[in-house]
């Protein structure tokens, strides 16, 4: 059974930073892509970082130049650095991992910022 374990989140003043950490376990097989989507109250969930295996990464317009997303050594965990936050960036945010085909979830980690 796949599991993806998040920390990290909490409450930051706008213009802060934080740093989110997943761990993926429970599989021996090759994780693909590996990232991190939100979702805010009363929106759809977005993506907000990706990073291939072999490490190339993409940000929406809406978190680039901001947000820095980067996998560990062994390949099975992922790291969101978040600086310059803002209001509009408060939001559950869930880690995934694309591993043959299916994708698997964290259980959601809560990003508040305060203006």
């Known amino acids: 059974q796949v599991q993806l374990v998040e920390s990290g989140g909490g409450l930051v003043q706008a213009g802060g930073s934080l740093r989110l950490s997943c761990a993926a376990s429970?599989?021996?097989?090759?994780?693909?892509?590996m990232g991190w989507y939100r979702q805010a109250p009363g929106k759809q969930r977005e993506l907000v970082a990706a990073?291939?295996?072999?490490?190339?990464?993409s940000y929406p317009d809406s978190v680039k130049g901001r947000f820095a997303i980067s996998r560990g050594i062994a390949k099975n965990t992922v790291d969101l650095q978040m600086n310059r936050l803002k209001p509009e960036d408060t939001a559950v945010y869930y880690c995934?991992?694309?591993?043959?085909?299916?994708?698997?979830w964290g259980q959601g980690t809560q990003v508040t910022v305060s203006s």
């Open positions: 990073v291939s295996s072999g490490d190339s990464t």
């Open positions: 995934y991992a694309f591993i043959r085909g299916s994708y698997y």
């Open positions: 429970g599989t021996m097989l090759s994780i693909n892509n």
